[in-house]
C-alpha cells in the first residue's frame, strides 16, 4: 500500500494501543500445570530456548530436574525456586517486584529464590507489556495467586505423605512443617509429589493480609545488580549469536518519504559491508518505513558506511511540519474558544458575577525520550521461524505484529524479552523489532539492527507540544468556582488530537470546577507523536497544577488549604452503565489530602525561608498513584535555579520492594525537573533539529537535587510506579520559583523563560 | 591490521583498523558487553573504561591510540570479590535500568584515584560527564560516599 494511504493510520493504532494499555481487565486466572506445559512447548524444549540470553546458570545446574509448579514457579531438588518474571525490565524494578510478590505467597526463601524472564507467550501469561504503569496493578492478582496455589500443592503433597491434615501443615522458607510432630520438608523434596496433586480453586486459597507479609514493604537489591555492575550481558545490545551481522537502517530525516535512487554499489564496496538493499517497508511508521539496509561484519563498518549513504528522498508526501510557524497558528487559535466539547454549569454567568477572574496561556514543547540504551533488535530466520530478541516494552504487542507482517503461523515467530536500557513509553512501539524482522527475511545468517543515538533522536514518537488557554475563578471564601481550558494541539488525522496530546482526565477532569468549559483546536502534524512517561499528565498538570497556584494567589488563600479545600469538591457520579470504576485506580480525596498535608509537613510549609529561597507545593494523581511534591530552590540574578530539595510524598497502596519504590519516586522526580527545565524538540521542514545529546540537555548530576521519599501505605490495589512521580513536579517548581521571585514561568522548558539550572 | 592491547590484565591481539574505536572492538571483536554504546559522541559517558587508571570515553578513542592498560567494568572485580565500588552499588540498590551504570562506576574509580574521600562538590564535577537516563544520581553519590567513607 502507497506510504501515504496507510501513513495516517499510526495515530489511530496508538491510541487504541494506549487505552488498550491503561485498561486493567479482570486478572488471568493461574493455569494448571498441564495447560501451561501445553501451551509453552515444554516438551519440545521452547521454555529451554526461552532463556538463552538469561540467567544460563541458572539453567546448566537444574533445568533437566527442575519441578515445574505453575507457568510462573518451578522448584529444584536443590530447593532453589526459580519464579519468572512475565514483564519486561526496563528500569521500572518489576523483575525484582514480581518475583517478591511470587516468592511472598509462595513463602519461599527469598535468599535461593531465582528470578528468570518468562517467554513470551500471552496465551500462558495474559498482558506481557509493560505501560501506564500497570504491571503491577494488572499483575498483583495473578501473581499472589500463581505463589499462594503452589505452596497449597507443596503443602497438600507433605499432608499426603504425613498422612495429616493439610490444615497442620505451615509453609516458611522454602519449607513445609507439620506444627505437633516438628516433620519438615523442602520445596525440592516435595516438588514432584506437588506436581501431581490437584491445582486448586484460586478463590479458595487465601492470600496474605498486608499485616502478614514477610517480604513486601522490606528494601531489597535488584535481582539483576550484580551482573549489572559486573558488566554481564543482559540488555538487547549485548545479544549476540554464531555468525550473526549487524545492519543499519537509514530511513528519510523528514518522516514519510521514500528512497528513490541510493549509491548502494558505492556502499557494498566499503570494508566491513557484506550487503545494502532497499526496503518499502509498509508505510506504517509503527512498522517499517521505506529505507536503505546496510549489513555489515561489526556495528561500526554500519555505522561508517551509514556515513557515506548518500540517498536521494522522494519527499514528496513526506512531512514539512514547522512547530515555529506552529506556535505563531497557535496563538492565533487560542483567541477563540471553539465549539465546547464539555460545557458544564454557567461558566459565562460566574465570570461575569464579580468573582476573581484569572486568565493565562501556558504552553510547553516537544520533547523526546532518549532512552539511554539506542533501538536494536536481533532477528534470525531460520528453518521457517522468526526467531527474536528485542528490548520492547511491549514484546507481546511486537509477537502479533511480526506474525501479521510476516504472514507467519502463530508458532513460526518467536521473541525472547531482554532486559531494556530503559523504556519511557518509546519501547511500547515495535517499530525497531518490525525493522529488524523485515531486514532478517534478506540476510542468510542472524543480524541485530542498531540504531545510532542520531536515529533516535530523528525517529522517535514524540511527546506532543501544545498550548492552553485558561480562566478561571474563585470566590470569597477560596473556592474554585469556575474553570475554562482551551487546548491547542496537534492530530495527525485531523480529527483529534495526537497520542500524549489531548485532554487528561487525571489532571483536568470534569468535575475540577461546578461551572466547566472545554474546547480543543488542531493543527496538523505528520511527525509521530506517542506515549511519554505519565502522557497527557507529564505536560497537564504543570499548566493546571500552576494554575490552581495563580488562583490561590488571587484568591489570597495558602496554596495547601486551597488545594485541601478543592480536593473536597463535589466529585462527578460514575457512570451508570458499564463497569463499577476502579476505586484503587481514581482520585480520592483522602488519600490526595494525606499526601498533601504530608508534603507539607516534610518540606516545611510555612516556614521561614531564607532571601531569595522560595517553595513549591502541587500534587497530581497518575495512573492511581496520588503524589504531592514540594520543591525549594533559590534563584540568582541571572535567572539560575539552585533546587536544594525535593520532597515526594506517594500513595500507591502497599509498597512492594521500599528501595525500589525510592528509587523510582527519586527518578521521576529528577526526570521531572531534567525534562522542564531545559528539554525541547525543534522541528522545521519536517526534520528533527537536534540530533544528540549535546543540543538536547539531559540532567546531570550537578544539577540534581537530593530528593526525599515518603510513602502513605493503604490497602489499595498497588498502583505502579514508573510514571506518577513525574506529573507533580513542573508545577512545584514553577509554584517554587514564583515563590522565590514573583515570576510567573508559564512556558516549559523554563529555558525558554530564561531560568538556567 | 593485528593490534596489541593489554585489557583487564591481560594481553590480546585483535584485528581491527586501527581508526575503529576501542568500544566497537572491546563489544563486536572481543564480545565483552559490559561496555555501552550511547551516543557515539562522548557525551554519556555509558562507554567510559579506564586507560592507566584515566576514566576514558571508548567511543572517541580509535584502538590505534590506545597506549595503555584497559580496564572495562568486567575487570574492576577482584575474581568473585568485588570493587568496593560495586559492592556499594549492590547493596545501595543503584541502578533502575541498569545500562550507565558501568560507566558510572568506572568514572567513580578514576575519581577515587585522585580524590581518596571525595566530597559532593567533588563527586559532582568527577561524574558530570554520565548521563544516567533513569537519574539514579542520589544512589550514585551515597554509593560513592558508602565505598569510600566519606561524607557529604
Known amino acids: 500500500m502507497p506510504t501515504a494511504e496507510t501513513f495516517a493510520q499510526f495515530d489511530a493504532e496508538i491510541q487504541a494501543m494506549i487505552a488498550e494499555v491503561e485498561t486493567i481487565s479482570s486478572p488471568v486466572t493461574t493455569m494448571g500445570r498441564r495447560t501451561f506445559l501445553k501451551l509453552a512447548g515444554f516438551a519440545g524444549g521452547g521454555l529451554v530456548l526461552a532463556f538463552q540470553l538469561d540467567t544460563s546458570v541458572a539453567r546448566a545446574e537444574n533445568a533437566h530436574d527442575a519441578t515445574v509448579l505453575n507457568a510462573f514457579v518451578r522448584v529444584a531438588p536443590d530447593n532453589t525456586v526459580t519464579v519468572y518474571s512475565k514483564g519486561p525490565e526496563i528500569g521500572q524494578g518489576i523483575k525484582t517486584a514480581f518475583g517478591l510478590i511470587i516468592a511472598e505467597e509462595l513463602d519461599a526463601d527469598w535468599k535461593t529464590v531465582k528470578v528468570d524472564q518468562a517467554p513470551i507467550n500471552p496465551k500462558v501469561y495474559g498482558y506481557q507489556g509493560a505501560g501506564g504503569s500497570t504491571s503491577i496493578p494488572r499483575g498483583w492478582d495473578q501473581l499472589r495467586q500463581a505463589g499462594a496455589t503452589a505452596r497449597a500443592m507443596l503443602i497438600a503433597a507433605a ?139 561489526t556495528t561500526w563498518d554500519a555505522f561508517k558506511a551509514k556515513d557515506a549513504l548518500k540517498v536521494e528522498w522522494d519527499e514528496s508526501t513526506a512531512s514539512k511540519d514547522s512547530l515555529t510557524q506552529a506556535a505563531a497558528k497557535a496563538k492565533e487559535l487560542g483567541a477563540t474558544m471553539p465549539t465546547p466539547e464539555t460545557n458544564v454549569g454557567d461558566i459565562d454567568a460566574v465570570f461575569s458575577s464579580g468573582a476573581k477572574v484569572v486568565e493565562a496561556s501556558y504552553d510547553y514543547a516537544m520533547v523526546s525520550h532518549q532512552q539511554l540504551e539506542p533501538q536494536n533488535s536481533t532477528a534470525w530466520w531460520h528453518d521457517g521461524t522468526m526467531e527474536m530478541w528485542t528490548p520492547s516494552q511491549q514484546s507481546d504487542r511486537g509477537l502479533a505484529m511480526i506474525i501479521k507482517m510476516l504472514k507467519l503461523p502463530d508458532e513460526k515467530v518467536v521473541i ?67 474553570f475554562q481550558n482551551h487546548l491547542v494541539s496537534f492530530s495527525a488525522d485531523g480529527s483529534r488530537a495526537v497520542s500524549g496530546g489531548g485532554r487528561s482526565n487525571n ?93 507539607a509537613e516534610k518540606s516545611g510549609w510555612g516556614k521561614k525561608l531564607p532571601p531569595g529561597h522560595g517553595l513549591g507545593i502541587a500534587f497530581g494523581c497518575s495512573y492511581g498513584g496520588h503524589i504531592a511534591e514540594a520543591v525549594e530552590l533559590s534563584v540568582d540574578a541571572k535567572k539560575k535555579i539552585t533546587v536544594h530539595k525535593i520532597t515526594v510524598v506517594g500513595d500507591i497502596g502497599p509498597i512492594i520492594n521500599m528501595s525500589s519504590a525510592e528509587n523510582q519516586a527519586q527518578g521521576g522526580a529528577i526526570d521531572g525537573l531534567s525534562t522542564a527545565m531545559g528539554l525541547e524538540i525543534g522541528v522545521e521542514q519536517g526534520r528533527i533539529q537536534q540530533s544528540n545529546f549535546g543540543e538536547y540537555p539531559i540532567l546531570r548530576m550537578p544539577s540534581a537535587p537530593p530528593v526525599e521519599v515518603h510513602f502513605i501505605q493503604s490497602d489499595f490495589r498497588p498502583a505502579g510506579l514508573g510514571e506518577p512521580c513525574v506529573p507533580p513536579l513542573a508545577a512545584a517548581l514553577g509554584n517554587a520559583v514564583f515563590a522565590a521571585t514573583g515570576e510567573r514561568v508559564r512556558t516549559m522548558p523554563f529555558k525558554r523563560a530564561g531560568y538556567t539550572i | 591490521m593485528p593490534l596489541q592491547l593489554n585489557i583487564n590484565r591481560k594481553s590480546c591481539t585483535v584485528d ?45 578513542t580509535p584502538v590505534s591510540a590506545v597506549t595503555g592498560n584497559i580496564t572495562t567494568i568486567e575487570g574492576l572485580a577482584e575474581g568473585d570479590k568485588l570493587h568496593p565500588l560495586q559492592q556499594a552499588w549492590v547493596d545501595l540498590d543503584v541502578a533502575q535500568c541498569g545500562y550507565c551504570q558501568g560507566g558510572q562506576i568506572l568514572s567513580a574509580a578514576s575519581l577515587l584515584a585522585k580524590h581518596p574521600k571525595p566530597t559532593d562538590a567533588q563527586i559532582q564535577e568527577g561524574m558530570a560527564g554520565n548521563i544516567c537516563r533513569c537519574a539514579t544520581y542520589n544512589r550514585i553519590k551515597a554509593a560513592i560516599h558508602q565505598a569510600t567513607g566519606s561524607q557529604g
Not at chain 1, 477532569?509 to 502522557?535: E, F, H, Q, T
Not at chain 1, 497527557?536 to 488571587?554: K, P, R, Y
Not at chain 2, 562507554?47 to 592507566?52: E, I, R
Open chain 2, 16 to 60: 581491527a583498523a586501527g581508526d575503529t574505536p576501542l568500544l566497537w572492538v572491546l563489544r563486536d571483536v572481543l564480545d565483552m558487553k559490559g561496555t555501552k554504546y550511547g551516543c557515539g559522541i562522548g557525551m554519556c559517558g555509558a562507554c567510559t573504561v579506564l586507560m592507566d587508571g584515566n576514566a576514558i570515553r571508548s567511543c572517541l
Open chain 1, 416 to 482: 525472547h524479552q531482554t532486559r531494556a536500557g530503559g523504556g519511557f513509553g518509546r519501547r511500547l512501539m515495535n517499530d525497531y523489532l518490525c525493522e529488524a524482522a523485515a531486514i532478517a527475511m534478506k540476510v542468510n545468517a542472524p543480524v541485530k539492527l542498531q540504531w545510532k543515538r542520531e536515529d533516535d533522536f530523528a525517529h522517535d514518537f514524540f511527546r506532543a507540544g501544545g498550548y492552553h488557554f485558561l480562566k478561571g475563578a474563585v470566590d470569597k471564601s477560596g473556592k474554585l468556582t469556575a
Open chain 1, 507 to 599: 489532571s483536568f477532569p470534569v468535575d475540577i470546577a461546578p461551572n466547566v468549559r472545554y474546547g480543543v483546536s488542531l493543527m496538523p502534524l505528520k511527525i509521530p507523536c506517542g506515549p511519554w512517561r505519565a502522557p497527557t499528565d507529564n505536560v497537564q498538570m504543570f499548566v493546571i497544577g500552576s494554575f490552581l497556584h495563580e488562583l490561590s494567589v488571587a484568591a489570597e488563600c495558602d496554596h495547601v488549604e486551597f488545594l485541601l479545600n478543592w480536593f473536597n469538591r463535589p466529585l462527578a457520579k460514575p457512570a451508570a452503565q458499564g463497569p463499577p470504576p476502579d476505586l484503587s485506580r481514581t482520585f480520592n480525596p483522602t488519600r490526595a489530602a494525606g499526601v498533601l498535608k504530608l508534603a
Open chain 1, 159 to 297: 499432608a499426603k505423605q504425613w498422612n495429616v491434615p493439610a490444615s497442620e501443615c505451615t509453609a516458611a522458607d522454602s519449607c513445609v512443617t507439620h506444627q505437633s510432630s516438628g516433620r519438615k520438608m523442602t520445596y525440592g523434596e516435595l516438588a514432584k509429589a506437588a506436581s501431581a496433586m490437584p491445582v486448586p480453586d484460586v478463590a479458595s486459597v487465601p492470600l496474605k493480609t498486608r499485616a502478614q507479609y514477610k517480604l513486601l514493604g522490606k528494601r531489597f537489591s535488584g535481582v539483576d545488580n550484580r551482573k549489572i555492575v559486573t558488566g554481564q550481558p543482559l540488555f538487547g545490545i549485548d545479544v549476540k549469536l554464531p555468525g550473526m551481522l549487524y545492519a543499519n537502517y537509514v530511513k528519510c530525516p523528514a518522516v514519510g518519504g521514500t528512497v528513490k535512487s541510493a549509491n548502494l554499489d558505492d556502499i557494498k564496496k566499503m570494508p566491513g559491508i557484506v550487503d545494502a538493499f532497499v526496503l518499502e517497508g509498509t508505510g506504517n511508521p509503527l512498522e517499517v518505513m521505506p529505507g536503505v539496509a546496510i549489513i555489515a561484519k
